[in-house]
């Protein structure tokens, strides 16, 4: 089965606070990319609210349970108390975990699963109680070890960084070796029982490439360079070639 395209309203939501005003409007550009083919709809809301507020998730929450109830509503950040509230509140079919110091500017590693073996597990076993599925942001550099280690803290998946591989889009010469990282990664998660999403740079240009070599794979979070397109492109359109590129016919 192609991977699924969930579209990440992180940058959407940076323009529109640029002013104090409503648009681009979360709501509606959600509302368009569901609409075009996404399965479902990312954000990430920082303890700043410098793009996604609060505020937005019910919204989204709404969108989703009112108007498309197939879709899946995934809200990814570091598992501070606070977050776990908002995903109380919020109840995403899924949460990703990242490991983010809050001053970054976006996620740019996976998680030591080494280090924070039992922080993780802790926070996994009460985010499922609350019946969300849980991935766990990694790495994709091939360390089979690691991926148990993220198995054992009881996580469904793991979402694999690709900030490397899409860094490569002027220097072909290096995406081989990332890519099998990706792919090794992949396969010990899957061997495991874990599903695999993947998530950071990706374009419609570097995606074919990714599930080729991971055909196992479930999900991609797309903002960025998704949001960029649409500029170009409409949302509407965006989404359907990037839903191509993840090999759905569409």
Same mark, same amino acid.
């Given at each position: 089965?192609?991977?699924?395209?969930?579209?990440?309203?992180?940058?959407?939501?940076?323009?529109?606070? +640029?002013?104090? %005003?409503?648009? $681009?409007?979360? /709501?509606? %550009?959600? +509302?368009?990319?569901?609409?075009?083919?996404?399965?479902?709809?990312?954000?990430?809301?920082?303890?700043?609210?410098?793009?996604?507020?609060?505020?937005?998730?019910?919204?989204?929450?709404?969108?989703?349970?009112?108007?498309?109830?197939?879709?899946?509503?995934?809200?990814?950040?570091?598992?501070? /108390?606070?977050?776990?509230?908002?995903?109380?509140?919020?109840? $995403?079919?899924?949460?990703?975990?990242?490991?983010?110091? $809050?001053?970054?500017?976006?996620?740019?590693?996976?998680?030591?699963?080494?280090?924070?073996?039992?922080?993780?597990?802790?926070?996994?076993?009460?985010?499922?109680?609350?019946?969300? +599925?849980?991935?766990?942001?990694?790495?994709?550099?091939?360390?089979?070890?690691?991926?148990?280690?993220?198995?054992?803290?009881?996580?469904?998946?793991?979402?694999?960084?690709?900030?490397?591989?899409?860094? =490569?889009?002027?220097?072909?010469?290096?995406?081989?070796?990332?890519?099998?990282?990706?792919?090794?990664?992949?396969?010990?998660?899957?061997?495991?029982?874990?599903?695999?999403?993947?998530?950071?740079?990706?374009?419609?240009?570097? %995606?074919?490439?990714?599930?080729?070599?991971? $055909?196992?794979?479930?999900?991609?979070?797309?903002?960025?360079?998704?949001?960029?397109?649409? %500029?170009?492109?409409?949302?509407? /359109?965006?989404?359907?070639?990037? =839903?191509?590129?993840?090999?759905?016919?569409?």
């Amino acid at each position: 089965m192609p991977a699924k395209l969930s579209v990440n309203l992180n940058a959407i939501a940076m323009l529109r606070n +640029r002013r104090d %005003l409503p648009w $681009p409007s979360v /709501e509606g %550009l959600g +509302r368009i990319a569901l609409q075009a083919g996404a399965s479902g709809l990312t954000v990430h809301p920082r303890p700043d609210q410098r793009h996604i507020r609060f505020s937005d998730l019910p919204v989204i929450r709404n969108l989703i349970d009112d108007e498309f109830p197939e879709a899946e509503f995934n809200i990814e950040g570091y598992p501070t /108390e606070e977050f776990l509230e908002l995903c109380a509140a919020a109840a $995403p079919e899924q949460v990703t975990l990242v490991p983010d110091d $809050p001053s970054q500017a976006t996620s740019d590693h996976g998680w030591d699963f080494r280090k924070h073996q039992a922080f993780l597990t802790d926070v996994v076993s009460r985010l499922k109680k609350m019946g969300c +599925r849980v991935s766990l942001f990694a790495d994709g550099d091939g360390d089979a070890e690691a991926v148990k280690l993220a198995k054992a803290t009881g996580a469904d998946r793991i979402e694999l960084y690709t900030g490397p591989y899409g860094g =490569c889009y002027d220097a072909p010469e290096r995406v081989g070796p990332i890519l099998d990282g990706l792919g090794k990664t992949a396969d010990a998660a899957i061997a495991l029982g874990l599903a695999v999403n993947a998530g950071h740079d990706l374009t419609v240009a570097n %995606l074919p490439a990714l599930v080729k070599r991971i $055909p196992g794979l479930a999900e991609v979070s797309i903002g960025h360079g998704l949001t960029a397109d649409a %500029l170009e492109y409409g949302m509407a /359109e965006t989404v359907r070639r990037f =839903c191509r590129a993840c090999g759905q016919k569409i």
